[in-house]
């Protein structure tokens, strides 16, 4: 912190919001999608299935973006971290990678189970990595960012493109059972 002082720049106090913070809105995501990797283990249904895994992918994509457009630029300003803001960026486009793998088959691919199993796991290390003592959450929460304002912007943009997906889902020949309608959203930085 004092390493940006330093350099000058300005620092956004803290003030409180009715709505939530930036990290209960991001662990608020993690714990939705934490239910439905739980369904889909449980599904037997290739249709539910499905239907869980366009969930999860939808819901990972529209959080990524959020988090790439907002929340990590806002982390790395405030705290300088290069290590925990790379890390988060490299496991994102890990994930990512996953993500297009899932959306592109379905229940009939022998591997489908395994790449939502997958998934789970990496997204679990990155939860895990984001909210641990020390972690990005923590260090966030010690900066001077104003964690208020920046869950605003979060849930703004998370409306948006969830917005965005939902009137893709409406589009004529539109694969809401396969992609969500959230193609091409998750790849920006």
Not at 35 to 64: P, S
Not at 99 to 106: Q, R, Y
Not at 156 to 178: F, I
Request: proline share 3%; aromatic share 6%; hydrophobic share 40%.
């Amino acid at each position: 912190m004092a390493k940006a002082r330093a350099k000058g720049r300005a620092r956004t106090p803290r003030r409180k919001s009715a709505g939530k913070d930036a990290i209960a809105l991001l662990k608020a995501d993690h714990r939705q999608v934490e239910q439905w990797f739980a369904q889909f283990e449980k599904a037997r249904d290739d249709d539910r299935k499905q239907d869980l895994a366009a969930k999860i992918c939808g819901a990972l994509t529209v959080h990524a973006t959020i988090e790439e457009e907002i929340f990590y630029p806002a982390f790395f300003d405030a705290t300088e971290d290069e290590e925990l803001h790379h890390e988060a960026i490299v496991e994102h486009d890990g994930a990512k990678k996953l993500i297009a793998a899932i959306e592109a088959s379905g229940p009939e691919d022998d591997y489908f189970d395994a790449k939502v199993k997958v998934l789970s796991e990496m997204i679990k290390h990155h939860v895990k990595e984001e909210e641990r003592p020390g972690g990005m959450f923590a260090e966030a929460r010690k900066s001077d960012m104003d964690l208020a304002a920046l869950g605003e912007q979060l849930a703004a943009r998370k409306a948006e493109l969830e917005g965005e997906m939902g009137s893709a889902d409406m589009a004529p020949g539109a694969r809401k059972s396969r992609n969500g309608g959230a193609r091409g959203v998750a790849g920006r930085h």
